[in-house]
């Protein structure tokens, strides 16, 4: 697809200022039953915070027990309705969903070489869940010739992926590899074989190919019969994501945790008598429980003096652990892990409830180290989480989309697969030598700056660090380590408070005086 630059999101016209949306055109069926097709992309770009225009090419009567019946538009009607939105109104990506005929892919692509827009996003429906046919199998061959060369991504589910490649049985994660891989030499940009019919698995499991890369997306499989519209909505979805700015890779993970989340929020719903049902798409506007103090983004900046508390020390110092988190939060301790390795359940959330307290007056989020349960009981902003604690993907699923979530990463591979599963920072240590992990493996200054270098998200330096060191580990230079998180420097001492004030006042220096900054 040629490539049309974005336009600014204020544009002037002539005397005043008008905002521009972002827009994607839904070129699809429309589904009576309002679970897939044109009105779950409507539904889904609504979502999303993105217009939505439609062009119909058929019109079903379908339910949750199937298609009834497919009414197809005649090719010249559908042509006429690209041309109305495409002459007009500044779409900026396209996303088609059911293409009944070669005739109307033939008009697409016409109308799509008149009127180019910044994205093409095909979702090749070829049969309804409910096992109904939704194209002839004569739009494969034009689907392959005159449409994939013009595509920036391609969406086939296992079915259509297989029919796309003359009939190739695809069972397995690695079938779907490689069937990315020849999809993609068909001439469309990026590959995303959905595996959400993948037998077997017990996680939702995508496969993504930008034609150098290979990913695979994991997501937890959540179990319900309201499944109807999920390829339709993700293609939109993707599309929106785009049409907002997004890079392709960010658009389909973003995507596919929001098909996850309406999965999970609608799992109960009940709508008709058949056996796939539609979800809500709007969940996420509904289910704005936010605590007072995040409002759905992490800022960064809360790692730069990252306090993890540890209840040996408080014990050795005869204290509790509020004493200790108020103290560290006085202190300028911008972020606070509980970290409460053999507490009994009970105490250990009362303590954070007290300590929650504590940190929201001072503005600090509060996060707990692995137990989720625990983060969920008491309301914090988030956890903090190893890599042989629960896999991040799962965390996200049971803590949300606002939720603060940290992973410990050692290596480059750990770091890129934390983004890749949603996390929102990462712990990367020991830097230094410490005895409040035993058996830990030290990475170094050198380790600490190759996995900040090689990761996307934001990085807190851990372990071993104090006073004397803090200044060399935030002089190395990478501007997306953003902090240090401490335990003894702060905690195995008589004065929190003092410690905290001075920590603080050292990093303060050292990120004045780093090149990175
Ligand atoms: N039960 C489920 N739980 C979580 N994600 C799912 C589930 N079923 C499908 N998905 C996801 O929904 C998206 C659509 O996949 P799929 O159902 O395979 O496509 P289609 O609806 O085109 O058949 C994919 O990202 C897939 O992983
Ligand atoms: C109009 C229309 N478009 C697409 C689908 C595919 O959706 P699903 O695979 O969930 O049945 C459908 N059933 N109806
Ligand atoms: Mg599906």
């Keep these: 697809m040629a490539m049309k ?20 055109l839904s070129v699809a069926g ?12 409507l539904k889904t770009c609504a979502a999303r915070g993105v217009y939505c225009s439609t062009v119909i090419t058929a019109v079903t009567a379908q339910n949750t027990v199937g298609v009834q019946d497919v009414n197809i538009m005649p090719e010249g ?46 979702d090749p429906v070829m049969v309804s869940t409910s096992g109904d046919v939704l194209a002839c199998p004569t739009i494969i061959s034009v689907l392959q010739d005159e449409l994939l060369p013009m595509v920036d991504l391609v969406t086939p589910n296992l079915k259509e992926a297989s029919a796309l490649l003359g009939g190739m049985p695809l069972n397995t994660i690695s079938d779907m590899r490689h069937a990315a891989t020849l999809i993609h030499q068909m001439g469309s940009k990026n590959v995303l074989v959905k595996g959400g019919d993948l037998p077997d698995s017990l996680d939702a499991v995508d496969i993504f190919f930008d034609g150098k890369d290979l990913h695979e997306l994991r997501s937890s499989r959540i179990t319900t019969r309201n499944t109807h519209g999920t390829g339709c909505s993700l293609a939109s979805c993707i599309a929106a994501e785009l049409a907002k ?44 429980e936010q605590s007072s103090y995040r409002q759905g983004s992490f800022n960064q900046s809360d790692l730069f003096l ?12 005869d204290r509790s652990i509020t004493d200790a988190v108020k103290a560290a939060v006085e202190g300028g301790a911008t972020i606070i892990q509980i970290r409460e390795k053999d507490a009994k359940t009970r105490d250990f959330l009362e303590a954070a409830k007290s300590c929650i307290e504590i940190c929201h007056t001072h503005g600090v989020p509060l996060l707990i180290n692995d137990r989720i349960d625990v983060a969920l009981a008491c309301g914090a902003d988030g956890v903090h989480i190893g890599q042989s604690d629960i896999p991040v993907h799962a965390a996200r699923s049971l803590l949300g989309p606002d939720k603060i979530i940290g992973v410990s990463c050692k290596t480059p591979e750990q770091a890129e697969q934390a983004w890749l599963d949603g996390a929102d920072y990462i712990g990367c240590g020991g830097v230094y030598p410490t005895n409040t992990k035993a058996n830990n493996l030290t990475v170094g200054l050198d380790g600490l700056k190759k996995v900040c ?15 004397s060191n803090a200044a060399a580990v935030m002089e190395i230079g990478v501007p997306n380590l953003k902090g240090v998180a401490v335990v003894s420097a702060l905690f195995d001492r008589q004065c929190v408070l003092e410690e905290t004030l001075k920590l603080h006042a050292t990093l303060v220096e050292a990120t004045a005086l780093s090149p990175a900054k």
């Design 245 to 288: 700015g997004s890079s392709m890779f960010s658009a389909v993970k973003i995507s596919k945790q929001f098909i996850e989340r309406a999965l999970n929020y609608s799992k109960d719903i009940s709508i008709g008598n058949g056996p796939q049902g539609p979800f809500d798409h709007l969940c996420r506007l509904k289910s704005r």
């Design 306 to 317: 990252y306090a993890v508390t540890d209840s040996g020390m408080n014990k050795r110092w």
């Design 77 to 122: 009607f559908v042509s006429e309705q690209l041309k109305s939105v495409l002459s007009d109104m500044q779409v900026d990506v396209v996303k088609t969903g059911m293409l009944p005929s070669t005739g109307i892919i033939q008009v697409i692509c016409q109308r799509l070489k008149e009127f180019p827009v910044q994205a093409l996003v095909v």
């Design 453 to 467: 270098l090689a990761s996307k998200l934001p990085v807190v330096a851990i372990g071993g660090i104090n006073h």
């Design 5 to 24: 630059k974005p336009e600014e999101t204020v544009v002037a016209s002539s005397d005043r200022y008008e905002m521009r949306i972002p827009h994607v």
């Design 30 to 41: 429309s589904d009576s039953g309002a679970g897939a097709g044109i009105q779950a992309d």
